[in-house]
C-alpha cells in the first residue's frame, strides 16, 4: 500500500498551522447565485470538502470590481451582471454570506482563502479588457473567444483599482475568512504586468525590468497586510513558466518574479503555468497533450512521467524563497506524495480531484486509498451550462455542486431491487440502492463488468482521460458493497423477473447502436459498434483495454487503410482520431450540420484542430444513398458522390434502447429505465452515473 506520510504533516502558513498539505486549488465552481452572492451550492460544496478532510479551501476568483464597470448586458457576451457566475468581494452585502460559508467550512477545521482576481482579457469588457496594456485583435497572443481586445490601464485607474481591492481583502477578513491570494497568475489581470506576452508599458509598472513588472503585485501584498494584520494570511499565484509565446515567462523569470513577491510579505507562493497559442492550453495544464501535443510542447511530455508540467518550474521556485510553495497539477495523490518527499514542493493543491471526491483527504489518512472516487481528466466539468442553477458537473461524482440534494441516507422500506445492465448507470444505481439498506441483485448479460467503459478506454487511451479509473471505482466499490449481488452472463426475461418477484426494476442496458437504412449497410466493408463489441470482449477479457489499445496500435485486424466513419459527433471523431493514430486515411461524413457535440469544450477544441491539421476531412449535412462493396455514394449540397473506401465504420450516437423496459414495465411496482437506454441527451457516461445515483436515492 502506498504511503501518503508526506500529504499527512501539518504545515506553517503565515501564523496558522493547517493540519495536512492537501488543500482546495482556487479553480471557481462558479455556480454563485445571482448578483454573486453566496449560496447554498457554494455552502454545500466547500462544507463538504472540509468535512471531508481538507487543511485549507481557496475560492478560486473572486471579484473586487461591481460587474456593471465590465460587462454590458446587450453586447451578447455569455454572461450578464446578474448571471456572472464567481462569487463577489466588492460590496458589503456580501459579509453575511460569506460568514456563514466561513463558519461551515470552519466548523471541520479546515482554513477559508478568497482568491482575489480581475479577469482582465478573458472576458468581453466595456471599453475593451483591463490590461497592463492595450492590444488590438492581431496582437492577442491567442484568438477569441480565449482573449479579447484589451485596453492598458492608466496610472490613476490602477490606483482606484488598488483601493477597491484593498476594500475586498478588509470584506474577507470581517467575513471571518483567514486571508486572501493574489491572484497573479494564468492570463488574467495581474499576470498581465508580470508577463511580457502583454506588458509593453514603459513606466513604473513597464517591462522593462522584473521589479516593475511586479510593482504592482507587490504594492497589494503589502497593502493587505497593512490594513488587514500579519496574522491575515496573503498569499501570491503566479505563472512559473509560460507556453507558447516567445515572451512567455521562462522557469529564470519565473524564479526571480516569485522573489519579489517573498520580498513583499507574501505568506506563500502558489505555482501554476499558462499557455498560449491558436487553441491554447490556457490554465488547464494536463489536458495538453490531447489528441497530440502542439509542436512546441513536444519536449515537456517526460514532464508527464514525473510529477507534472508545472512541477519544474515550482521546484526552482521553492530553492529560492523561504515561504511554502504550492504546487498544482498532479494527476494523483501519489504523485503529489512523490513531489512532497522530493522537496519540490511544500504542499499540493487539488481541484478536480476534490470535486470529484471530497473525502480523498480522509481517505488517505484512513488508508483506504483503494476508495477513492478518482478525477478522470475528463473535461466534463469545463463545461458551463449557463441556464442551469448548477454550472459545473462532474463524470463520477454526481453529488458535486448537489451535495445536500444528493446524499445517501437508509431507506425507510427495504426492498428487493433487479438492475438489470452492468455499465456505469448500472453500477452506480445498484451500490447506491445497496448501500441504502436495500436487497439488490444485478445482473449483465455479457461476461465483462462496464464493457462500454472498456471499449471506451480502448478508444481514447489513457494518455490524458482516465476511464480506468471509473471502470476501477465501480466495479471495485459494487463487489465490496454488502447487500449486493452481482450475476455475469445473466439475460434478464420476463419469466426471470416473474421468478424473482422484485419490488424494483431499474433497467439499465444501454442504448441501440443503428446504422443507417441503405442498401450494402450489411456487406463485410461495414463494422457496428455492436459488431466491434463482440469482436473485442475476449480480448478484453484477456489483457484488459489499455494493452489493447496500445496493441491496436501495432496491428488493427480487419480494418483496411483507407477508411470512411459514418457519424461525426463525440463517437465518430473519436473513432477517426483512433483510426488516424494507427495510420489510417479517415473521412468523415455526418448527416447532420454539427460536428463533435457530445464532447467537452477543451477536447472538442482541440479534436477539431486534430482533424484539421492531420488531412481528415468532415462532411457535414450528407444524405447517405448506399453502399457497395468498394464504398459509399451520398448526397452532399444536393449532388450525388462516391467514396472509394476498404473500410467503413458506423460510429453513430446510440439511440433509445427501450425494448427491454417495455417488456418488464408491468411486472413491478416501480420500474426505471435509466442512462443511454433513454436515448438521445442521456448517452454521456456523466449522465449515466448522475442517473445511476440518481434512481439509486429514488428506490
Known amino acids: 500500500m502506498a504511503s501518503y506520510d508526506k500529504l499527512l504533516e501539518p504545515i506553517q502558513v503565515g501564523t496558522h498551522t493547517w493540519r495536512n498539505r492537501m488543500v482546495k486549488a482556487p479553480s471557481s465552481a462558479m455556480s454563485w447565485g445571482p448578483y454573486q452572492e453566496c449560496n447554498d451550492v457554494i455552502i454545500g460544496l466547500d462544507e463538504a470538502m472540509a468535512k471531508g478532510g481538507a487543511s485549507a479551501i481557496i475560492l478560486g476568483g473572486m471579484i473586487s470590481d461591481d460587474p456593471k464597470m465590465l460587462i454590458d448586458d446587450?453586447?451578447?457576451?455569455?454572461?450578464?451582471?446578474?448571471?456572472?457566475?464567481?462569487?463577489?468581494?466588492?460590496?458589503?452585502?456580501?459579509?453575511?454570506?460569506?460568514?456563514?460559508?466561513?463558519?461551515?467550512?470552519?466548523?471541520?477545521?479546515?482554513?477559508?482563502?478568497?482568491?482575489?482576481?480581475?479577469?482582465?482579457?478573458?472576458?468581453?469588457?466595456?471599453?475593451?479588457?483591463?490590461?497592463?496594456?492595450?492590444?488590438?485583435?492581431?496582437?492577442?497572443?491567442?484568438?477569441?473567444?480565449?482573449?479579447?481586445?484589451?485596453?492598458?490601464?492608466?496610472?490613476?485607474?490602477?490606483?482606484?483599482?488598488?483601493?477597491?481591492?484593498?476594500?475586498?481583502?478588509?470584506?474577507?477578513?470581517?467575513?471571518?475568512?483567514?486571508?486572501?491570494?493574489?491572484?497573479?497568475?494564468?492570463?488574467?489581470?495581474?499576470?498581465?504586468?508580470?508577463?511580457?506576452?502583454?506588458?509593453?508599458?514603459?513606466?513604473?509598472?513597464?517591462?522593462?525590468?522584473?521589479?516593475?513588472?511586479?510593482?504592482?503585485?507587490?504594492?497589494?501584498?503589502?497593502?493587505?497586510?497593512?490594513?488587514?494584520?500579519?496574522?491575515?494570511?496573503?498569499g501570491v499565484r503566479t505563472n512559473g513558466q509560460e507556453f507558447g509565446h516567445p515572451d512567455a515567462i521562462t522557469i529564470e523569470e519565473g524564479v526571480e518574479i516569485a522573489k519579489y513577491y517573498e520580498a513583499a510579505g507574501a505568506d506563500y507562493i502558489s505555482?501554476?503555468?499558462?499557455?498560449?497559442?491558436?487553441?491554447?492550453?490556457?490554465?488547464?495544464?494536463?489536458?495538453?497533450?490531447?489528441?497530440?501535443?502542439?509542436?512546441d510542447m513536444k519536449q515537456f511530455l517526460p514532464r508527464l512521467d514525473g510529477e507534472g508540467l508545472v512541477i519544474p518550474p515550482a521546484e526552482a521556485i521553492k530553492k529560492a524563497v523561504n515561504v511554502p510553495v504550492f504546487g498544482v497539477g498532479f494527476a494523483t495523490p501519489e504523485k503529489a506524495e512523490s513531489a512532497l518527499e522530493k522537496g519540490m514542493v511544500d504542499l499540493a493543491q487539488f481541484a478536480r480531484a476534490l470535486w470529484a471526491d471530497p473525502d480523498m483527504p480522509n481517505k488517505i489518512a484512513e488508508g483506504r486509498s483503494e476508495d477513492i472516487r478518482r478525477c478522470n481528466h475528463c473535461s466534463t466539468c469545463d463545461q458551463l451550462r449557463m441556464n442551469e442553477r448548477v454550472k459545473r458537473r462532474c463524470r463520477v461524482n454526481p453529488a458535486f455542486l448537489r451535495e445536500k440534494e444528493l446524499v445517501a441516507t437508509p431507506a425507510e422500506t427495504k426492498k428487493k431491487v433487479l438492475v438489470v445492465g452492468a455499465g456505469a448507470a448500472g453500477l452506480e444505481a445498484a451500490r447506491v440502492a445497496a448501500e441504502r439498506g436495500h436487497e439488490v441483485v444485478l445482473c449483465e448479460k455479457e461476461s465483462i463488468l462496464a464493457l462500454e467503459l472498456n471499449l471506451a478506454t480502448?478508444?481514447?487511451?489513457?494518455?490524458?482521460?482516465?476511464?480506468?479509473?471509473?471502470?476501477?471505482?465501480?466495479?471495485?466499490?459494487?463487489?465490496?458493497?454488502?447487500?449486493?449481488?452481482?450475476?455475469?452472463?445473466?439475460?434478464?426475461?420476463?419469466?426471470?423477473?416473474?421468478?424473482?418477484?422484485?419490488?424494483?426494476?431499474?433497467?439499465?442496458?444501454?442504448?441501440?447502436?443503428?446504422?443507417?437504412?441503405?442498401?450494402?449497410?450489411?456487406?463485410?466493408?461495414?463494422?457496428?459498434?455492436?459488431?466491434?463489441?463482440?469482436?473485442?470482449?475476449?480480448?478484453?477479457?484477456?489483457?484488459?483495454?489499455?494493452?489493447?489499445?496500445?496493441?491496436?496500435?501495432?496491428?488493427?485486424?480487419?480494418?483496411?487503410?483507407?477508411?470512411?466513419?459514418?457519424?461525426?459527433?463525440?463517437?465518430?471523431?473519436?473513432?477517426?482520431?483512433?483510426l488516424h493514430k494507427r495510420g489510417k486515411n479517415v473521412t468523415i461524413l455526418e448527416d447532420l450540420d454539427t460536428v463533435g457535440e457530445g464532447l467537452p469544450p477543451r477536447y472538442r477544441s482541440r479534436s477539431l484542430k486534430y482533424l484539421e491539421e492531420n488531412g481528415i476531412e468532415v462532411k457535414t449535412g450528407v444524405e447517405y444513398k448506399s453502399i457497395d462493396k468498394r464504398g459509399i455514394?451520398?448526397?452532399?449540397?444536393?449532388?450525388?458522390?462516391?467514396?472509394?473506401?476498404?473500410?467503413?465504420?458506423?460510429?453513430?450516437?446510440?439511440?433509445?434502447?427501450?425494448?427491454?423496459?417495455?417488456?418488464?414495465?408491468?411486472?413491478?411496482?416501480?420500474?426505471?429505465?435509466?442512462?443511454?437506454?433513454?436515448?438521445?441527451?442521456?448517452?454521456?457516461?456523466?449522465?449515466?452515473?448522475?442517473?445511476?445515483r440518481e434512481v439509486g436515492l429514488k428506490l
Not at 424494483?504 to 449497410?521: E, K, Q, S
Request: glycine share 12%; proline share 7%; aromatic share 8%.
Open 458 to 578: 480502448m478508444v481514447k487511451g489513457t494518455v490524458c482521460e482516465n476511464v480506468p479509473a471509473l471502470i476501477d471505482w465501480l466495479t471495485g466499490q459494487a463487489k465490496k458493497t454488502p447487500g449486493l449481488t452481482i450475476k455475469t452472463k445473466t439475460e434478464v426475461t420476463p419469466d426471470f423477473v416473474r421468478k424473482m418477484a422484485p419490488d424494483a426494476i431499474v433497467v439499465a442496458t444501454g442504448g441501440v447502436y443503428g446504422a443507417p437504412d441503405i442498401p450494402g449497410i450489411n456487406l463485410g466493408i461495414v463494422s457496428t459498434v455492436p459488431q466491434l463489441t463482440r469482436l473485442a470482449e475476449k480480448p478484453l477479457k484477456l489483457f484488459g483495454p489499455t494493452a489493447i489499445n496500445k496493441l491496436s496500435q501495432i496491428a488493427l485486424p480487419g480494418v483496411g487503410k483507407n477508411c470512411v466513419v459514418l457519424g461525426g459527433q463525440i463517437e465518430g471523431v473519436q473513432g477517426a482520431i483512433f
Open 74 to 234: 446587450n453586447a451578447g457576451g455569455v454572461y450578464t451582471v446578474e448571471t456572472y457566475p464567481v462569487g463577489g468581494l466588492y460590496d458589503d452585502r456580501f459579509i453575511p454570506g460569506l460568514s456563514k460559508l466561513a463558519d461551515a467550512v470552519h466548523a471541520h477545521g479546515c482554513e477559508l482563502i478568497a482568491q482575489i482576481f480581475q479577469n482582465g482579457a478573458a472576458i468581453k469588457t466595456i471599453g475593451g479588457a483591463w490590461c497592463s496594456s492595450t492590444l488590438t485583435e492581431d496582437e492577442l497572443p491567442s484568438p477569441a473567444p480565449y482573449c479579447h481586445p484589451t485596453r492598458g490601464l492608466s496610472l490613476e485607474e490602477i490606483e482606484e483599482w488598488k483601493e477597491r481591492y484593498f476594500a475586498a481583502a478588509e470584506r474577507a477578513k470581517k467575513a471571518g475568512l483567514d486571508g486572501i491570494e493574489v491572484h497573479a497568475a494564468n492570463g488574467y489581470f495581474l499576470l498581465s504586468f508580470a508577463s511580457r506576452v502583454w506588458n509593453h508599458r514603459d513606466d513604473k509598472y513597464g517591462c522593462q525590468t522584473i521589479e516593475n513588472r511586479t510593482r504592482l503585485q507587490c504594492e497589494l501584498i503589502r497593502g493587505v497586510k497593512e490594513r488587514c494584520g500579519e496574522d491575515f494570511i496573503v
Open 271 to 295: 505555482v501554476t503555468g499558462y499557455g498560449y497559442g491558436p487553441v491554447p492550453m490556457q490554465f488547464a495544464v494536463d489536458y495538453w497533450m490531447y489528441p497530440t501535443p502542439d509542436p
Open 633 to 692: 455514394t451520398y448526397v452532399e449540397n444536393g449532388e450525388e458522390k462516391y467514396m472509394k473506401a476498404d473500410s467503413i465504420l458506423v460510429f453513430k450516437s446510440p439511440g433509445k434502447g427501450l425494448s427491454l423496459y417495455e417488456q418488464l414495465k408491468d411486472l413491478a411496482p416501480e420500474v426505471y429505465a435509466i442512462g443511454a437506454a433513454q436515448g438521445p441527451g442521456n448517452t454521456l457516461m456523466v449522465d449515466a452515473v448522475s442517473q445511476g
